[in-house]
């Protein structure tokens, strides 16, 4: 698994690219968290790219940062995390559990950014509920809800 935010695309040159980089409309995107856009990947169905909202790549550069891993990694800190725990959680169980998307790697996208995952699918075919759609049709009881929200925050 390669990962880092130099750009793999590029030659070391910087003269010309070796994959071009993947054209994505804004307001084409399949859903929307509360940082990041989902998009499909154009060229592969079984995949998803992951790009940053603007607005919080704009909010997160305007902020002044103390801390090393958000000086590091900027509005990026939230992937690397997120990648470090699915290693974690992968070394422990000696494979990719079947309830976390397979991370693919970065892609270079006209929107910046892009993390290549895997696409999850619910019962009908289309893509699984997040936690909010399990929330909001009431089909887990509220107060486990609660505590896996609340857990998932303090990890992420």
Same mark, same amino acid.
């Given at each position: ?8 695309? @590029? ?10 980089? !993947? ?20 060229? =592969?169905?079984?995949?998803? !790219? ?7 790549? @704009? ?7 103390? &801390?090393?891993?958000? &000086? ?19 070394? @422990?169980? =000696? ?62």
């Amino acid at each position: 698994m390669r990962y880092g935010f130099a750009n793999p695309n @590029r030659d070391l040159s910087g003269s010309k690219k070796l994959v071009p980089t !993947i054209k994505l409309k804004t307001g084409s995107h399949l859903r929307e968290g509360s940082e990041k856009l989902i998009f499909q990947h154009p060229d =592969n169905p079984a995949h998803l !790219i992951k790009v940053m909202m603007p607005e919080v790549l @704009r909010n997160r550069d305007e902020k002044k940062v103390y &801390r090393p891993a958000k &000086r590091r990694f900027g509005a990026y800190l939230s992937w690397q995390r997120e990648i470090d725990e699915v290693n974690a959680i992968t070394m @422990r169980l =000696n494979k990719v559990p079947v309830f976390l998307q397979t991370y693919h790697g970065l892609c270079d996208t006209s929107l910046g950014l892009g993390m290549v995952v895997s696409k999850v699918a619910g019962k009908n075919g289309g893509l699984a509920p997040t936690l909010t759609d399990v929330a909001a049709a009431n089909i887990l009881p509220r107060k486990p809800l609660i505590s896996l929200s609340t857990n998932l925050s303090m990890t992420f």
